[in-house]
């Protein structure tokens, strides 16, 4: 087989980020994603800037290796349509605010009774149930509400939003895991079920740690700059001529540290003996580490401590990491060529297998290009 | 069944942040992980602050419903029992420096052999393969080199961290997600597989984005505070008393806020006609809407526009999204019974199936407690 996934299919309703990133994964496993659009519009994100010709990057990274075929849920005959559709396909995802599907008849209920073997799975921002289910959200809303801005940033500075949609991205790979976990399930009990997850459920089950601080002590979890909240140390140091991030995430890396730095009385120093330790001086610890990082470049660092086995790094923006040797030697920038855009720049998966291959190698589709295609193969079997 | 996992065995030799979240994940959907711990100490972040009694907060909350038992890998007579107990897995996780497990005997080719069924999923900083492969690495290196250090904050400012480990949970859910497709693919092949994924590879992916936005034009993304860099206006803006989170993601929540700000000219100015236009303006767009929202505190803006359909929100802190009544109408927030250290409370899975339940409900292991029921269990069976 190609990919893990290969001969599963997938009718997928989801437009922006969360769930066109979640069927991008099935598809780059090897599933048969089907992307129901909106006929004329299609999906808003194809509108968004910047474009590679007149095809939008968002759009394009996200929704590559799908097929789209255009039918409107208002109008009968592609209700009809859908319906067949859905008849055939493993799994359903969509991720309108809850209730659209079920106005346009196409909720769990409806879709499941003409084959209950459907997986159907639901992405929303706040979920199907609870006081305010039926309210849109994106991903800075929930970024603000689950807690996430609170603890990014510099104590006392302005609001910092996470610089990429985390609160999509996580809710997307959730969704992924719960459509692979129930059809897991469904080869045990031959049913497939509906399965759902919020954008800021997700959201605060990834930040659990912030939450099981906070049970723990009452604290208030605050913003913290570069500094891990309870590990150090594991921050960024200024160096002379820039920054160096250092994590001496266990005691060995910490005491080579202290060596690298000959600073090996730092060792026996009961301030800093242990991970519970160094946490409550940090302070302390940053005022006798600061003078000696500021002693010399990023660059002369980064050729002493990996070599000594202390993990470190510089800060690198998008085009350094696009060139970092380890990204490069994992293939993880691809190139796509499309039928309009030419060759197109993506990341890849990160997921590698022995014996499945992972495809991020077809480009996204143009809107409603595989109708005939799809009704034809899909259809066709009886 | 109860989880849609029930029934799957896993062999979990996981330590920190990003192995133990992804079987923490299995674990609450069914699976039977068994937590293979170094004895005398195991997992290390046992000893990391704050405290719940004696156990820490960190390692309860993330190895909840799994059960230990210790061996050391490097005593024959522990790998013999090791390599019996994965002879009866279906899975088996391991997050240590790559090379670490092959060190000691037990690398996917020596235990595939005994059980060919077996998946066996590795996570490590770098990968498998690549000149990096072999350096460890925690959350801290990975934000700052894959890009996403670069792209959080304000410009200018000192470096900011994601204020929880995006890198380890992004990978833990790759993770996942990579061992239940494995999952799918032996329904097909009969056959296990290794997989792999990266902390580095998963990072890159979750900033998909701002990767493709930096092929698309050159152009290196930079922090931009509160604001999304491609959808405008998608930002904290100050009010009177505090500040509001505003995010107007499609075309008719744009129009919705310039008609509930009595601002309706605004829909009819060309900076501002359609997404690609308000992000060329943004800055001009917030000269006009600053003034607005600073006229009003945040609950005034908050008794108005949500009930217009217009996403917004203010920004929580950890107390206050731990109280947020759709958090907790969503049973986001559970309390485990643990037999020392009273009541526990912690983060649930966002995972709602209709027909399997998801379980967060048993507490995270005594070191060693379950060496002998396991072994009784697994190996009973032959």
């Not at 319906?83 to 799994?91: G, I």
């Not at 509906?194 to 659990?208: C, I, N, P, T, W």
């Not at 242990?274 to 050729?303: C, G, M, N, Y």
């Not at 190139?335 to 997921?351: M, T």
Request: net charge negative.
């Amino acid at each position: 087989m190609s990919g893990p996934l290969e001969g599963l299919r997938v009718l997928d309703f989801t437009w922006f980020l969360a769930g066109p990133y979640a069927t991008m994964v099935l598809a780059d496993l090897g599933a048969d994603v089907v992307k129901v659009e909106a006929p004329g519009t299609g999906d808003p994100t194809r509108k968004v800037a910047p474009f590679c010709g007149d095809l939008s990057s968002y759009f394009l990274s996200v929704n590559r290796g799908k097929r789209s075929i255009c039918l409107d849920l208002r109008r009968p005959e592609d209700r009809r349509a859908a319906l067949r559709l859905a008849e055939k396909a493993d799994v359903l995802v969509e991720n309108f605010t809850p209730g659209r599907m079920a106005e346009w008849g196409f909720d769990y209920s409806s879709v499941s009774t003409k084959n209950p073997r459907l997986i159907y799975a639901s992405c929303s921002g706040f979920g199907q149930d609870g006081p305010r289910s039926r309210e849109p959200a994106f991903d800075g809303i929930i970024q603000a509400l689950a807690g996430t801005m609170s603890i990014t940033g510099h104590p006392g500075s302005e609001p910092v939003r996470v610089g990429f949609s985390v609160a999509d991205v996580g809710a997307a790979l959730y969704l992924t895991v719960g459509i692979l976990a129930a059809l897991q399930a469904r080869h045990v009990t031959g049913m497939g079920q509906y399965l759902e997850v919020s954008l800021l459920d997700a959201q605060v089950s990834m930040l659990e740690n912030a939450f099981s601080r906070y049970f723990a002590t009452g604290e208030i979890p605050q913003p913290s700059g570069s500094r891990h909240p309870q590990v150090a140390p594991f921050q960024a140091f200024p160096t002379r001529d820039g920054y160096l991030v250092v994590s001496a995430g266990t005691q060995e890396q910490w005491e080579l540290l202290c060596d690298a730095l000959h600073r090996s009385d730092l060792k026996k120093d009961n301030r800093f003996a242990d991970f519970v330790a160094r946490q409550v001086h940090v302070s302390d610890l940053e005022k006798e580490l600061f003078p000696i990082f500021r002693a010399a470049s990023t660059s002369d660092w980064l050729q002493l401590l990996p070599k000594l086995g202390i993990p470190c790094a510089p800060i690198q923006n998008i085009a350094e990491a696009a060139a970092d040797p380890q990204v490069l030697a994992r293939n993880m920038i691809v190139e796509l060529e499309d039928p309009l855009a030419g060759k197109v720049r993506i990341v890849n998966s990160p997921l590698r297998f022995s014996q499945t291959a992972v495809n991020a190698s077809r480009s996204a589709p143009r809107l409603g290009s595989s109708k005939k295609e799809v009704l034809d193969e899909w259809l066709s079997e009886n």
